[in-house]
Every structure is written in C-alpha cells, then in structure tokens.
C-alpha cells in the first residue's frame, strides 16, 4: 500500500476508480506480464492451469477491491487474455 506524505488539496473532490478484472483462461499462455505489471498488485499466479497446462493469474486474496481498472494487465497482454471493467459495470 502506498503511503503519500503529501495528499492533493482538492483529493476530496475525486474519485478514485475502481475496477475488476475478468480472466479469459484458455487464451492464457501463463507468461506472467499481468502479474509483473500490475501497479497495485492485484495479480498473482495462481496453481490451477488451463487445458493447455498454463497456470492462469487470479486475483491477490484480499486485494479484490483494488483495482484501479488502469488496463495495464490489458495493455501488455499478448493472448488478450485478461480485461478490467469498471466496478459499477461489472457488478450489474
């Protein structure tokens, strides 16, 4: 968790956006680069693996809520396995 030692003046009047990550498992070619670049840390190999024997990413236990939906984990994926969508999208 990042400790700020100074916090914007106007912090109040922004929101912060959350996300969740949705993980498309046999696209997934288990190379790690979500996992490597996730700017919170959300993102951890997990033991299970897909058909193909890959171990998939799932998400850091206890960290569910804290993903920002900046769409690095996108971004860098080869196989365009994984996504994020925001919060309030993802729940309806």
Avoid at 22 to 50: D, W, Y
Avoid at 60 to 74: I, S, W
């Amino acid at each position: 968790m990042q400790v700020f030692t100074r916090l914007p003046l106007d912090l109040a009047k922004h929101h912060v956006p959350r996300g969740m990550v949705f993980l498309i498992p046999e696209r997934c070619k288990g190379c790690g680069m979500c996992i490597r670049f996730c700017p919170r840390q959300v993102l951890v190999a997990s033991p299970h693996t897909n058909s193909k024997g890959y171990h998939i990413p799932a998400l850091t236990e206890g960290r569910e809520g804290e993903c920002v939906q900046c769409d690095f984990c996108t971004t860098v994926c080869p196989e365009f396995a994984i996504f994020s969508l925001p919060a309030e999208a993802a729940s309806r």
